[in-house]
């Protein structure tokens, strides 16, 4: 048998976290089995669906790096199809029409608030002859449920899980104007798309038995079914914005690699031993649903930044340079020219050992990109004394004399320039630092040095010296 998993958002939102995950598992799955993932747009709300929650869900996926495997299916599109199906059952005495007004409903929803218990639909029409339908009252079309017994769940991450057929009612296929509901839109797609694995959150378990009536009824197989825990907060509770249950586009912006997020969305919920830095190709290979827990993963924002720092300083220059470039651009609000991204590409292999975002790297590369002459921050501005503007005026012919520019030949001229003037190497590094930078942190002075050039890095100096 072949594989088939499925992701299937609705075009509401951005792709939260959750979903994410939940694309990630599918995704893992397929390419562990050698098998196919598919995407679905779940639409069919139109009020609140929109063209940009499905640009926001494509782009969401692709920077995760999560490909599918054919064209994306858009449900709305499929109403006909959907309809179809519930009209078989029709025909086959297995659905049938019900008739009840809006107050009839509110009754039976009341007399089960009274009675402590959910609202179910009585079964009043499921027997009685149509012709007894009242004037002007438009028909949904419902399942003709079992009414005794059970539905049994072999959940490949719940295990068993048993459900009376008697709590399940005879749930509507067809609204009174004709439109499909959820529940048979996602059978018949799933079905129709091949889908031999459902993959997603364990608040849909309820939904599986139902669904599983309805794939009953139509004589189709019953795809397997896996339902993950859902992701919680730190503090336990369900998450929510205030936790972080943000779109995938804001983690990127808040400086996440991809490929650091795919491993923390990995580790929420399954796990490979002690493994915590799991490439994706480790990933597909030990991926399987028999080690998802049954328990909600709890977000940790400082192991995600921790890994993030990990990965960053695994990552190639050129990897990483190509992720920096477009948070540096975003916060400039500005293109990087050649000669910002020469900067930048040269003091990359530094940056890179003390940053655990992207955002962070940029902050320490900001001086790369200033204007002269530079804003100097509170400390470099005590730091930069009369004495230590002097160090840098004594210090600047020397540096202009210099027949190469390299971090090995500045360093020997400046602390032969410090030897010679009897001062400590930090006495003229700080200083240094300051001028370059604007600020008193920054990667190693002589990196600094390399990465602004000659004429650059004189002409800063200069500015400090006069």
Known sequence: MTVVTRFAPSPTGFLHIGGARTALFNWLYARHCGGKFLLRI?????????????????????????????????????ADVHSGAANRLLAEGKAYHCYCTQEE????RAKAKAEGRPMRYDGRW???DPSDAPEGV?????????????????????GEVRFANEQLDDMILLRANGTPTYML?????????GVSHIVRGDDHLTNAARQTLLYEALGWDVPAFAHIP??????GAKLSKRHGALGVEAYRDMGYLPEAMRNYLLRLGWG????????????????DLDAVGRSPARIDFAKLENLNGIYIRNSSDEQLFGHVVPVIENALGRSLGDIDRNRLSTLIPSLKERAKTTLELFENARFLFMYRPLELDEKATKLLTDEARSVINTLLPVLADLSEWTPESTEAAIRQFADDQSLKLGKVAQPLRAALCGRTTSPGI???????????????LGDIAN
């Open 42 to 78: 779940e639409d069919t709300d139109r009020k609140r669906s929109t063209d940009d929650a499905v640009a926001a869900i494509f782009a969401g996926l692709e920077w995760l790096g999560l490909d599918w495997d054919e064209e994306p299916v858009f449900q709305f599109s499929r």
């Open 185 to 193: 839109s996602v059978v018949v797609d799933d079905h129709d798309m």
């Open 126 to 128: 499921r027997d009685r």
């Open 446 to 460: 002589f990196d600094v040095l390399d990465a602004l050039g000659r004429d650059e890095s004189l002409a800063r």
């Open 230 to 235: 859902l992701i919680h907060g730190p503090d």
């Open 272 to 287: 490979h031993g002690d493994e915590e830095v799991i490439s994706t190709e480790q990933a597909i290979e030990w991926f």
């Open 138 to 158: 438009p028909p949904v079309v419902r399942l003709k449920a079992p009414q005794d017994g059970e539905t049994v769940i072999d959940d490949l991450v719940q």
């Open 105 to 108: 409903l509110e009754e039976m």
